[in-house]
């Protein structure tokens, strides 16, 4: 009868301590595909996003070159020819998101931004020929077209105020940051700036 009883209470132990590891192991597979299907859905957000276009701005201008010339050492009046050209310029600065470096620490929860890239700032300035006056003695060539053209572009670049640009670029890209990292945040998980440029309760 001892036996019977000692046996039983061997099996329901066995049993018991069976079943508690079969719990635990279930629970704990079950946190670790948890862990890895949030890093995976925050880093996949971000590398869908590689390179980020923040702002664009558009510009115009015109510009009039005149250009005398005088014929036969100036005995005769000064011939003139005329050149109107249009400028259009078009200013973006863009953020390489691949150039991101970031840390995810799934145990304790924490998203942790350690570099951000630099800002590309590209000015593209295009010139049209808008009006043209010349003479049969005095035609424009192509070394006056490239001439102005350089000129009316160098004006364009000048006429950017990069530093601005970068300025409004810089919060738009945080505004950017705000919905790529609006994942993590759903999934509990705290923000962190190692670079000291993001304010990240703005995030």
């Known amino acids: 009868m001892k036996t019977n009883k000692t046996i039983i209470a061997f099996v329901l132990g066995a049993a018991a301590m069976l079943l508690l590891f079969l719990i635990w192991n279930a629970i704990t597979k079950k946190s670790e595909d948890k862990v890895q299907n949030d890093y995976y859905i925050i880093t996949n957000q971000i590398t869908k996003m590689n390179k980020l276009v923040v702002m664009e701005q558009d510009f115009s201008s015109m510009q009039k070159t005149k250009i005398s010339s ?8 000064k011939i003139e020819k005329e050149l109107i050209t249009f400028t259009k310029t078009n200013a973006q600065v863009s953020y390489d998101l691949t150039k991101m ?3 995810v620490d799934s145990i304790n929860k924490k998203l942790i931004i350690k570099e951000l890239p630099n800002a590309d700032i590209r000015i593209t300035p295009s010139v ?7 003479s049969f003695f005095n035609r424009f060539d192509e070394k006056d077209f490239q001439k102005i053209t350089k000129s009316a572009k160098d004006n364009a670049y000048k006429s950017v105020n990069q ?5 409004e670029g810089r919060k738009q890209l945080l505004e950017n940051l705000d919905n790529i990292f609006v994942l993590a945040k759903a999934l ?3 923000i962190e700036d190692k670079t000291g440029q993001i304010d990240v309760s703005k995030l």
């Open 101 to 103: 470096k970031l840390e």
């Open 188 to 190: 509990n998980y705290k």
């Open 128 to 134: 049209e020929i808008q009006s043209l006056d010349d």
């Open 163 to 167: 530093n601005r640009l970068r300025d």
């Open 70 to 77: 005088e014929l036969l050492g100036g005995m005769l009046p």
